[in-house]
């Protein structure tokens, strides 16, 4: 069973405009949140994160948003640019259990000129 | 910056060979990971190791086994790699907490 799940494989969005990238989870014991970026041929690369004590956590164009009671979190980006054409994964941990990230499918993100 | 570096970006093997890949971290981290990364299903744990000579299964450990000698390296090994091995291996390794986690560039493993 999937407990992250990206439901949306791809996304195209135009240059300038917002990329907003989803994400659900169904384990209630998860208590952080964290969005990697996957360029092809090399490895995640950490993007921005998420405690559950907070609803809003931003950085730069990035803000993740947190819903605990629907269980979803997103992704913003504004403005999207070329470089932000990558795969985003959604990761979720219990903070100060095993430290294992539990990862989704992934979303392709493409940005159009 | 810490480096998490996997030996071999490529490999092809043939079913029923036995099949090491090697990831090396040189940064003193205690944790050290093994995914595997197929389309669809996205990042999925293999094996995870806390310490050196520990080891925990993760969630699809099925076929594989792990080797940590020395806290700086984490080895994964098919036993007698099938074609549903064929995928995209992913090392990882973090200081003992969510925040830390640093990935390998990955080893695209064919078996035929």
């Known amino acids: 069973d999937q407990q992250v799940k990206q439901n949306s494989p791809s996304l195209s969005v135009q240059e300038g405009r917002i990329s907003i990238l989803n994400c659900d989870y169904t384990n209630s014991m998860f208590d952080y949140f964290l969005w990697y970026k996957k360029y092809p041929a090399e490895g995640p690369t950490f993007l921005i994160s998420?405690?559950?004590?907070?609803d809003k956590n931003e950085d730069g164009r990035f803000t993740v948003f947190l819903n605990k009671s629907a269980k979803h979190l997103s992704l913003h980006i504004v403005p999207s640019q070329p470089g932000d054409s990558a795969v985003y994964f959604c990761a979720a941990s219990v903070l100060w259990g095993a430290q294992k990230l539990v990862f989704g499918q992934g979303t392709r993100l493409t940005i159009n000129p | 910056d810490v480096k998490v570096t996997q030996s071999s970006r490529y490999l092809v093997k043939r079913t029923g060979e036995k099949v090491f890949l090697e990831c090396v971290q040189d940064?003193?981290?205690?944790?050290m990971f093994w995914y595997r990364q197929d389309p669809g299903l996205g990042l999925r744990l293999i094996y995870f190791?806390?310490?050196?000579?520990?080891?925990e299964k993760g969630d699809i450990p099925e076929g594989y086994s792990v080797s940590r000698e020395k806290k700086e390296r984490f080895s994964l090994i098919l036993e007698s790699a099938s074609t549903n091995q064929t995928s995209m291996y992913l090392c990882a390794s973090s200081p003992g907490t969510v925040h830390g986690y640093t990935f390998g560039s990955g080893t695209r493993l064919t078996v035929v």
């Open positions: 940064m003193d981290h205690e944790n």
């Open positions: 998420i405690s559950s004590i907070k």
């Open positions: 190791s806390y310490d050196v000579k520990m080891k």
